[in-house]
């Protein structure tokens, strides 16, 4: 019997999609919003977990990479949820050791493909999310410049991610003009929204 960890915002899709998966003779899936104690989430077992990972409080993605990781079955393999067009995303997926991606559009039947694909520690990657995933490996921002960028995006100052990061103004600047030139951007909000749509930040 394969167990399922599926973590997901809304409570409605949630149990929804649980109940469907629990139909299959091989699966029992247990549901969880994020917002559960991560503590309490570790006592749980799970052979897959099953994560929405662009939805509103989604969790971030290493850090249910490294709850799989320490979770009490020891070998849980994680699946993300995707949405297409957003090869930022994937990248972070992949970097956290994510196995499975699935397309959020997908039918029941490659979810369930794909959760014993991962259950065997195998990797899958639904065909629609292919091009997408090859295309994670263009990102074009270093770590740095995308650390710059995140806490631009949630609206913090020069002055503050100088602070943040502990680096200068100048600095923050430069990476900033880097940032603008490497996404194509006109500006700064300009490059937020490019990089947000394509989902590095």
């Keep these: 019997m394969i167990q399922v960890l599926l973590v997901h915002h809304f409570g409605l899709l949630r149990s929804g999609l649980?109940?469907?998966?629990?139909?299959?003779?091989?699966?029992?899936?247990?549901?969880?919003?994020?917002?559960?104690?991560?503590?309490?989430?570790?006592?749980?077992?799970?052979?897959v977990c099953v994560v929405d990972m662009d939805g509103p409080g989604a969790p971030d993605v290493a850090g249910m990479a490294e709850l799989c990781?320490?979770?009490?079955?020891?070998?849980?393999?994680?699946?993300?949820?995707?949405?297409?067009?957003?090869?930022?995303?994937?990248?972070?997926?992949?970097?956290?050791?994510?196995?499975?991606?699935?397309?959020?559009?997908?039918?029941?039947?490659?979810l369930l493909e794909g959760i014993r694909q991962v259950a065997a520690g195998k990797r899958y990657v639904d065909e629609s999310l292919a091009h997408d995933l090859l295309r994670s490996?263009?990102?074009?921002?270093?770590?740095?410049?995308?650390?710059?960028?995140?806490?631009?995006?949630?609206?913090?100052?020069?002055?503050?991610?100088?602070?943040?990061?502990?680096?200068?103004h100048g600095t923050i600047r430069n990476y900033m003009s880097a940032i603008t030139r490497k996404t194509g951007a006109r500006n700064r909000i300009d490059a937020i929204r490019i990089s947000q749509g394509a989902g590095w930040v």
């Design 137 to 168: 490996a263009e990102m074009p921002l270093t770590a740095r410049e995308l650390s710059v960028l995140s806490l631009a995006a949630k609206g913090a100052t020069v002055s503050e991610i100088a602070r943040r990061l502990h680096l200068s």
């Design 69 to 110: 990781r320490r979770m009490t079955s020891a070998k849980c393999g994680l699946l993300v949820l995707a949405t297409p067009g957003r090869p930022g995303a994937l990248r972070r997926a992949y970097d956290a050791q994510a196995l499975g991606f699935v397309n959020k559009d997908a039918t029941p039947q490659k």
């Design 18 to 47: 649980a109940a469907l998966l629990n139909d299959a003779s091989d699966l029992e899936v247990r549901d969880v919003p994020w917002s559960n104690d991560p503590g309490r989430l570790r006592a749980l077992r799970a052979d």
